[in-house]
């Protein structure tokens, strides 16, 4: 099969992927290829089983997340279909040597970049259009008592959202930063994501290719 992806970087914070795809424009408009199991297997090292695939609509301004989601975890693709986002990952493995760092990346239905992000990483966004729709492909179904919270304003992270009067739900206003998450041991270590990442087959310490 031809090449689809025609980079795929993985970025500061380990086991978060830039995935950026060939685009084939016509005079009919536009086709990609966003995923093909083959090219992120040789990236990442590991397979990407799908269990549920999700979609939001969401308006400017509005934060979703930051979301983790306890072991084994879930593995999630995103993509942006509509408009842009400006998506955040934040490294939430206790012991990890970035722990409480972040990446930011904008997805957008220009650019078509897809980003994935591993297990025991938190994972948010906001539309930085009037409005945004965003898929993302789940390694598992959603499991309420599994996710955990970490409050996206958390002043010691204090993360670069862009814009300002945001609109949270009220479990992301009112959850712990990671600091008082970590206290109250809700976080997966690193030693255990590792581990969980060698299951998958995907423990590596780079894998990076363009």
Request: one cysteine or more.
């Amino acid at each position: 099969m031809p090449q689809q992806i025609s980079e795929i970087e993985e970025l500061a914070v380990s086991g978060t992927y830039l995935l950026k795809p060939r685009l084939f424009p016509d005079d009919r408009g536009m086709f990609l290829v966003p995923f093909t199991q083959p090219e992120f297997k040789a990236a990442t090292g590991r397979p990407l089983e799908i269990a549920q695939v999700n979609t939001s609509l969401t308006r400017r301004g509005v934060i979703r997340g930051l979301h983790v989601v306890s072991l084994p975890g879930q593995g999630r693709y995103f993509n942006c279909a509509h408009g842009a986002i400006q998506h955040i990952v934040v490294d939430t493995r206790v012991g990890s040597p970035t722990f409480g760092r972040y990446t930011s990346v904008e997805l957008s239905a220009e650019n078509r970049f897809a980003l994935f992000v591993s297990e025991g990483l938190a994972a948010g966004f906001t539309s930085i259009t009037d409005d945004a729709t965003v898929w993302y492909m789940c390694t598992s179904l959603y499991e309420p008592n599994d996710t955990v919270i970490i409050n996206p304003m958390d002043g010691d992270l204090d993360l670069p959202w862009p814009g300002d009067d945001f609109v949270l739900s009220d479990q992301d206003r009112t959850a712990p930063t990671l600091k008082e998450a970590a206290e109250l041991e809700l976080l997966p270590s690193y030693a255990d994501c590792r581990a969980r990442y060698a299951e998958l087959g995907g423990d590596r310490t780079s894998a990076v290719r363009s």
